[in-house]
T-cell receptor, first 113, second 111 residues
């Protein structure tokens, strides 16, 4: 079993839809959680990070963490064709991982205009 | 706008040749990571440095790969000899604390 599970998709939605991207994890040592966005032929770009359970909002993006269920989500409101990319979740915990991050496989998102 | 830079952006080489990839981390960052990304395996950590000291290279094939940080502004990843299975995109990332910022990658093709 992988430490971080992420549905690879692809997920295809119409423009304006609310998108939900999810990851589950098995190691309770993870303390902080991140989402990266990767456009085709580009490097991953840090989108959001959070350290605690609950919600964190940034514009159209909301990151949600539920440590009790070992489940994290990224919600995108009013999705745009420019949101089409691969979204990778990542997580870390200093005691066990140092500065390393464990990445999910990435979910391919396609927003159709 | 500080960014991680990587050179070359593309490299095509023949099996058996040496390949050197370079990375300039963001000034002030104290951690540097080398990743390999393929469709089949996703993003794999090859090596990581903190304050220029190698902390983990367990993801690297030791017989052919080597990673170094000769100074704080340069990290290198070498493959010698290269093999077709090394064809992938190689990313460098740098960070300070928990976050990592990725470079644009080197797309390597070994024929």
């Amino acid at each position: 079993q992988k430490e971080v599970e992420q549905d690879p998709g692809p997920l295809s939605v119409p423009e304006g839809a609310i998108v939900s991207l999810n990851c589950t994890y098995s190691n309770s040592a993870f303390q902080y959680f991140m989402w990266y966005r990767q456009y085709s032929r580009k490097g991953p770009e840090l989108l959001m990070y959070t350290y605690s359970s609950g919600n964190k909002e940034d514009g159209r993006f909301t990151a949600q963490v539920d440590k009790s269920s070992k489940y994290i989500s990224l919600f995108i409101r009013d999705s745009q064709p420019s949101d089409s990319a691969t979204y990778l979740c990542a997580m870390g915990g200093r005691a066990e991982y140092g500065n390393k991050l464990v990445f999910g496989a990435g979910t391919i998102l396609r927003v159709k205009s | 706008d500080a960014r991680v830079t990587q050179t070359p952006r593309h490299k095509v080489t023949e099996m058996g040749q040496e390949v050197t990839m370079r990375c300039q981390p963001i000034l002030g960052h104290n951690t540097v990571f080398w990743y390999r990304q393929t469709m089949m395996q996703g993003l794999e950590l090859l090596a990581y440095f903190r304050n220029r000291a190698p902390l983990d290279d367990s993801g690297m094939p030791k017989d052919r790969f080597s990673a170094e940080m000769p100074d704080a502004t340069l990290a290198t990843l070498k493959i010698q000899p290269s093999e077709p299975r090394d064809s992938a995109v190689y990313f460098c990332a740098s960070g300070f604390g928990d976050t990592q910022y990725f470079g644009p990658g080197t797309r390597l093709t070994v024929l």
